[in-house]
């Protein structure tokens, strides 16, 4: 079976800052990858995914991701933050074949400082 | 718009109470799940359908029954058999493969008075 883990369970950065939060996964083949955000009280919202090809995946609200197969991590990573990024962030890995049901890590809760 | 809803927003149960936690959804999607959220602990699967009149457990299946009778719902009920039902629940939809992504409702709060 597959996990994930996020290591870092808070992190702060001051607006404008760079952020990088952290994620690797426990799977025999390359999975499918994805991180979403959440607000307070709120659904989910797909941020980025990778599957195949780039290992550098581009998605919404200027966020960016790196596959790297090697080190079994798809870190998420924003040049400058702003104080709306300020949010809870979940990595999620689903196999690649079979009934594609996705393993979330625990998240990683982000602050933002003025 | 496409999208899923879940509702209530809120729900207050009693000790003892069964309870159902509704979730709709217009995007066409074969596969729906519920996930159960407690802070610090990511999201837990509770049930899965792939398909109408099929559904599977998660791993986090007792004390909770699900019914997929038609494509665009998926209901939830929280028995009286769950012993600790306080938490945030979201339901969610996948079309196709895995890779497409999923689709996640609003999500509902239920707390037990």
């Known amino acids: 079976a597959q996990s994930v883990t996020q290591p870092d369970i808070h992190i702060t950065v001051s607006e404008g800052a760079s952020l990088e939060l952290r994620c690797n996964y426990s799977?025999?083949?390359?999975?499918?990858l994805f991180w979403y955000v959440q607000s307070p009280g709120q659904g989910l919202q797909l941020l980025l995914k990778?599957?195949?090809?780039?290992?550098l995946v581009q998605g919404i609200k200027g966020f960016e991701a790196e596959f790297k197969r090697s080190q079994s991590s798809f870190n998420l990573r924003k040049p400058s933050v702003h104080w709306s990024d300020a949010a809870e962030y979940f990595c999620?890995?689903?196999?690649?074949?079979?009934?594609?049901?996705?393993?979330f890590g625990r998240g990683t809760s982000l602050i933002v400082h003025p | 718009d496409g999208g899923i809803t879940q509702s209530p927003k809120y729900l207050f149960r009693k000790e003892g109470q069964n309870v159902t936690l509704s979730c709709e959804q217009n995007?066409?999607?074969?596969?729906m799940y519920w996930y159960r959220q407690d802070p610090g602990q990511g999201l837990r699967l509770i049930y899965y359908?792939?398909?109408?009149?099929?559904?599977q457990k998660g791993d986090i299946a007792e004390g909770y029954s699900v019914s997929r009778e038609k494509k665009e719902s998926f209901p939830l009920t929280v028995t009286s058999a769950q012993k600790n039902p306080t938490a945030f629940y979201l339901c969610?939809?996948?079309?196709?493969?895995?890779?497409?992504?999923?689709?996640f409702g609003s999500g509902t709060r239920l707390t037990v008075v």
């Open positions: 799977y025999g083949a390359t999975p499918y």
């Open positions: 990778y599957f195949s090809g780039d290992t």
């Open positions: 999620a890995v689903v196999p690649s074949g079979g009934s594609y049901i996705p393993t």
């Open positions: 969610a939809s996948r079309t196709g493969t895995g890779h497409a992504g999923y689709t």
């Open positions: 359908s792939q398909i109408v009149n099929d559904f």
């Open positions: 995007l066409n999607h074969d596969a």
